[in-house]
């Protein structure tokens, strides 16, 4: 797909992969409309796209304001050919040290947002016959690991509901992705791990946000469905997936750390 003119949707636009990835489409002569909670933090992003862009304040957990957000954009541009769903956050907390409060919360931010702004955009895309979805989900959807039970939860329906709706739109035209990244050195981390104790303990697996954003370009560039990163963790996936038990055991020191 070429990204000249195509109007692209981002959630979560105000720091790491989101507002890189925005740069990068307009540096491609496409259009981003950058969505997050805070004007404030949007403008840093807004100052360094070279091009045409949007900047709108919406909350994904709120159903009134998501509605309202994606009717303006439609009313200003017509059209919303590319929605990337980047909204979302990570605590790596015990079991029994969160709250069930703390899991509703969590879920409704990285789950149900994404419901949200995707029924807001379908509607569109199937009268035109055209159009991508982009899910960021993460690795943690695919292998569950200590310490981050809520998170690995909501990966997990983030990923169940792109699949199944890949399936059920796959005759429309429309597109469906998701995007399994494993660490990224952004600020995820400060809210997700505030000791740094997690970070420092897989810095040599860290990839850079300028990294994941180029995959995620990429991805919408070739109408690709799915891209887990970095790519030698598509072979372990595979693997995990024949024998998910033993990998468990094999697995538990590199990959609980937090």
Request: charged letters at 20%; glycine letters at 10%; a positive charge.
């Amino acid at each position: 797909m070429l990204l000249k003119d195509k109007i692209v949707v981002i959630t979560g636009a105000s720091s790491g992969i989101g507002a890189l990835t925005a740069q990068m489409l307009s540096k491609r002569g496409a259009v981003p409309v950058l969505l997050a909670r805070s004007e404030e933090k949007l403008k840093p992003t807004a100052a360094g796209i070279p091009g045409v862009f949007g900047l709108y304040t919406c909350d994904v957990t709120s159903e009134a304001e998501v509605k309202h957000t994606f009717a303006e954009i439609l009313k200003v541009y017509g059209r919303i050919d590319i929605l990337l769903n980047n909204a979302g956050y990570g605590k790596f907390t015990s079991f029994t040290d969160m709250e069930t409060g703390e899991f509703a919360d969590m879920m409704d931010v990285n789950y149900m947002g994404i419901v949200r702004c995707t029924k807001a955009v379908v509607p569109n895309m199937l009268e035109r016959g055209s159009g991508q979805i982009v899910n960021v989900a993460s690795m943690a959807g695919k292998i569950g690991t200590a310490r981050s039970v809520s998170y690995t939860a909501t990966k997990h329906a983030v990923l169940g509901f792109t699949n199944a709706l890949r399936q059920e739109l796959r005759k429309s035209g429309i597109v469906v992705s998701a995007v399994n990244p494993g660490p990224i050195a952004t600020d995820f981390f400060k809210t997700a791990d505030p000791s740094g104790k997690y970070e420092k303990s897989v810095a040599r697996m860290m990839m850079t946000p300028e990294h994941v954003s180029g995959k995620i370009v990429k991805l919408m560039e070739k109408g690709r469905e799915e891209v887990d990163l970095p790519g030698f963790a598509a072979l372990g996936i595979r693997l995990y997936g024949l024998f998910p038990r033993l990998a468990d055991k094999l697995t538990y020191n590199l990959m609980n750390r937090k």
